[in-house]
């Protein structure tokens, strides 16, 4: 995990994900904005808006591009048109987003929370849903990141500051613990 990449004095670069349907990869910015990079030319999209919504984290969907933000207690949703991006459309309609860290999506959107819990919201409404027999050493903090995509079967905590991958099963009702992967690297080797 590593801190923003600067653009410029006043803008970094937080956050990315990758578009392959697109060939595209697409960077969340603090100004805030999204820089598209596709056929190695970048682009600084515009939306519908005036300006963009700031976040933390960036996830795609189809031809949607969410933006996390915690501080709004909202995940942004925008439809990529042919030149720019709509409006920003509030997703999140009653989870409560102030401690997220992170977020995936699989269809639903699993949100990740700086205490190690998680919610899944669907359709813009929060289901219930949370971790089952987590293991004995907690997950927690700012670093936490979590993946899945429609394709897998688990879901994916990165816990660097346990040096560890948690897998869990996705279930109707819950992600259940299955394992495990403790990276043991010499502290010289850590970037």
């Not at 590593?2 to 960077?27: C, R, W, Y």
């Not at 969410?66 to 309609?93: F, H």
């Not at 205490?115 to 903090?141: E, H």
Request: charged content about 25%; aromatic content about 12%; glycine content about 6%.
């Amino acid at each position: 995990v590593e801190k923003a990449l600067p653009l410029s004095d006043t803008s970094s670069i937080i956050a990315a994900v990758a578009q392959p349907s697109q060939n595209v990869i697409l960077f969340l910015t603090t100004s805030p904005g999204i820089i598209e990079y596709k056929e190695g030319l970048l682009n600084n999209m515009k939306t519908a808006d005036d300006q963009w919504k700031g976040g933390i984290d960036i996830k795609n969907f189809g031809r949607y591009a969410y933006i996390l933000d915690p501080t709004g207690d909202q995940i942004w949703k925008y439809e990529r048109k042919r030149t720019n991006y709509s409006n920003a459309i509030p997703y999140n309609q009653g989870a409560d987003l102030s401690q997220a860290v992170s977020f995936a999506i699989d269809g639903a959107l699993y949100v990740l929370a700086e205490n190690g819990s998680l919610q899944k919201i669907f359709r813009g409404k929060k289901v219930d849903y949370s971790f089952k027999d987590l293991p004995s050493t907690k997950f927690q903090g700012k670093n936490l990141k979590i993946k899945t995509t429609q394709d897998f079967d688990f879901l994916y905590v990165l816990d660097p500051d346990n040096r560890r991958l948690l897998i869990f099963v996705k279930g109707d009702t819950s992600a259940t613990y299955k394992k495990q992967i403790i990276f043991n690297l010499p502290e010289s080797e850590i970037p």
